[in-house]
């Protein structure tokens, strides 16, 4: 958040706005894919009122264009806080976090950049690019979080997208979903409660935590149409110890689950292990 003072500073730097407040920012609309911070409220009605002392000639051109690409990185920087230490996303919103991360760096760049050449102009001192080239370091390590949260993302689609295959096999052509999943059908019912004795179980053998990839219902499981209520997906592959070994206990405890070796036939993605029965299609209007 270092540049939001900026932007309240640039859209606020003028004799008439110190003698007019600007207007009260207008209340999101309920339905906005995600509310904007108050800081980012407040800017954005400080920049349109900078607008209207530009369009009037009061205000120079140059200072509203300051003010915006403040707010810009404002919003990518709330994008980020809600996208990188969020839970639950969509591929979609992972594309939108990693654009983000890159316009972060994009302008930390830049004005290093400029930094640079009033320094070779000798212009400014050599010890004011330091604060710019933290900015930009702490970007670039923003960017690589972004990236390692878009693989495993790109990894849960592909888990996801296993079981949706599966889904539509067991529909059309049950004699050949044996080809993408093992099945057990156990006594038929899992009930999350149960989980806890799983992951006891696992960390005691193997000395670290179940890896749960999906527990329950997930906005990635609704966006493909999913319903994974009741339902729990472990990132292990069945064919290494940790899976063989789950695989093991849940047919022991009568557990129903499906074992994903790849999402893709030929493709080494998306391999899991689902627990519970196959996840029911979301009925469209009911
Ligand atoms: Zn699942």
Redesign the pocket.
Known sequence: MRFLPGVLLAACASFACAQTPPPPAPAPALDSPALDSPEVMRAKAGIDYLRSLVARGVAPRAQLERAEAALADAEDDALLRRTIYGSGLTEGQADDMLAAAARRVDRRLKAFEDGQKLVTAGIAAQNSLNPLREDLDSARKESELAELRARYTRELTQ??RA?ELLELQLAHEPQSAAELADRFEGDGVFNLAELSGVEQAFEKHFGKALPVS?MGETALHRSLGFD?RG???VAVHPDQPEGRWLLEYLTGKHIPYFAFRQAVPGKATGA?V?IGPM?ARIKLGG
């Open positions: 888990m996801a079981e999906a994974h339902r729990v997906d899991h689902h996840s």
